[in-house]
């Protein structure tokens, strides 16, 4: 039994050191760090994901969004960063069991898709305040280019308006596992992300700014 539990503790510490080395973003100390170096490592040998990253402010708000195709969106984001994201997602995603711990740690916001959403936007509105970054899919689920259109959810456009955070759109191509959630990130693909304009969005503006989110989520990168 001593011999097993030494052979755990071996691996489990091996698991969490090779995280922190590969890790880029401090997301409040090595117990979540680990996290996101494993992320960098699924997303570079795994979904073959190039070196590129958003072209993210160094210090201040920022809104990321993003067509949704599969559970490895978030964590391709998250590989396009060098900051924490905080991100939007359904409460009943946020809930479920043996993964809802690391949505916590991860700072995700919960967004109660049949009752009250607003609540989760004013948290959005305040981390932005505190200068975080928010990263959401704003179709509000899964939808791939085969699925019939859908409109995307005008809160990206309020948040960006109220807190003035720069929006950056991005597009995901070549996930192999497309529609999957949890076995996704270890389905073997050659992703690439497009990068669109940052966009400033006001009131004013709303509707062209959520339009040029449109072209750039949903217009699909040619492949070499």
Not at 14 to 40: C, F, K, M, Q, Y
Not at 45 to 60: A, D, F, R
Not at 75 to 94: D, G, H, T, V
Not at 158 to 180: C, E, H, N, Y
Request: proline letters at 9%.
């Amino acid at each position: 039994m001593i011999i097993y539990l030494g052979l755990f503790l071996i691996i489990a510490c091996s698991i969490w050191l090779i995280g922190i080395i590969h890790a880029e973003a401090d997301w409040g100390g090595p117990s979540v760090n680990w996290l996101d170096g494993w992320t960098r490592l699924i997303c570079k040998y795994i979904q073959h994901l190039p070196e590129q990253k958003i072209n993210l402010p160094e210090t201040g708000p920022a809104i990321i969004v993003a067509n949704h195709v599969s559970g490895v969106d978030p964590l391709l984001l998250i590989s396009a960063s060098k900051r924490p994201l905080r991100f939007l997602i359904a409460r009943e995603e946020y809930e479920r069991p043996f993964v809802s711990w690391v949505f916590k740690k991860a700072g995700c916001i919960p967004v109660d898709r049949s009752g009250r959403p607003e609540q989760a936007l004013r948290q959005a509105l305040r981390a932005l305040q505190q200068g975080e970054i928010i990263a959401l899919f704003p179709h509000g689920k899964i939808h791939l280019d085969t699925d019939p259109p859908r409109k995307i959810k005008g809160g990206v456009g309020r948040l960006a308006s109220w807190s003035r955070a720069p929006v950056f759109p991005v597009r995901i191509d070549g996930v192999t596992a497309q529609g999957k959630v949890f076995t996704a990130p270890f389905i073997p693909s050659r992703v690439v992300l497009t990068m669109g304009a940052p966009l400033q969005c006001t009131t004013q503006s709303m509707e062209e700014c959520l339009q040029d989110i449109i072209l750039t989520i949903e217009t699909p990168t040619p492949r070499p």
